[in-house]
T-cell receptor, first 111, second 113 residues
Framework: GESVGLHLPTLSVQEGDNSIINCAYSNSASDYFIWYKQESGKGPQFIIDIRSNMDKRQGQRVTVLLNKTVKHLSLQIAATQPGDSAVYFCAEKNAGNMLTFGGGTRLMVKP | ETGVTQSPTHLIKTRGQQVTLRCSSQSGHNTVSWYQQALGQGPQFIFQYYREEENGRGNFPPRFSGLQFPNYSSELNVNALELDDSALYLC????????????FGPGTRLTVL
């Protein structure tokens, strides 16, 4: 069945270091992937997305990599800041317009 | 801020009661999706509304129902509340036919006692 999962439930990094959050997906037919950031008490905030015809997309301090061969998605955050501390979700979108979310990775930034 | 608003912010109900949650979509967006997020988990898709009709549904029982109005705002109704319905209910708006990126509101925290 469809599933989106994350390898690491908690990631702790030093301020200024780069962070990498990983995600595996199982539906090879998915053609659109999104990373969301969720801070405590708030709704998920869109970070970056990527379509299946791309393998890399860059934003401001963030990069998403897509490896369709192994069905793997990653989010790279450059120069991680305390404000980056949150739970990060990857999600995949299917033809039925629904988003399937993984369980989330908590990113903790140490000062 | 996404421009998606939800009300109320928090709500406490007892088992067996009914609840209505409301969502106003971002300006220009014609599609609203609802998600349930249990504590410590990722959001789970409930259903989506487009042009005032249900346009996809997740694995939720019929006691979860919804509406979309001509101004694209939406309601989520849950009947016969159960303890397991306690969760954060999220609304997301998007523009059908584009990249369909969904932008979320802050959610309504529902507690069922």
């Amino acid at each position: 069945g469809e599933s989106v999962g994350l390898h690491l439930p908690t990631l702790s990094v030093q301020e200024g270091d780069n962070s990498i959050i990983n995600c595996a997906y199982s539906n090879s037919a998915s053609d659109y992937f999104i990373w969301y950031k969720q801070e405590s008490g708030k709704g998920p905030q869109f970070i970056i997305d990527i379509r299946s015809n791309m393998d890399k997309r860059q934003g401001q301090r963030v990069t998403v990599l897509l490896n369709k061969t192994v069905k793997h998605l990653s989010l790279q955050i450059a120069a991680t800041q305390p404000g980056d501390s949150a739970v990060y979700f990857c999600a995949e979108k299917n033809a039925g317009n629904m988003l399937t979310f993984g369980g989330g990775t908590r990113l903790m930034v140490k000062p | 801020e996404t421009g998606v608003t939800q009300s109320p912010t928090h709500l406490i109900k007892t088992r067996g009661q009914q609840v209505t949650l409301r969502c106003s979509s971002q300006s220009g967006h014609n599609t609203v999706s609802w998600y349930q997020q249990a504590l410590g988990q990722g959001p789970q898709f409930i259903f989506q509304y487009y042009r005032e009709e249900e346009n996809g549904r997740g694995n939720f029982p019929p006691r979860f129902s919804g509406l979309q109005f001509p101004n694209y705002s939406s309601e989520l109704n849950v009947n016969a509340l159960e303890l397991d319905d306690s969760a954060l209910y999220l609304c997301a708006s998007s523009l059908q036919g584009s990249r369909d990126t969904q932008y979320f509101g802050p959610g309504t925290r529902l507690t069922v006692l």
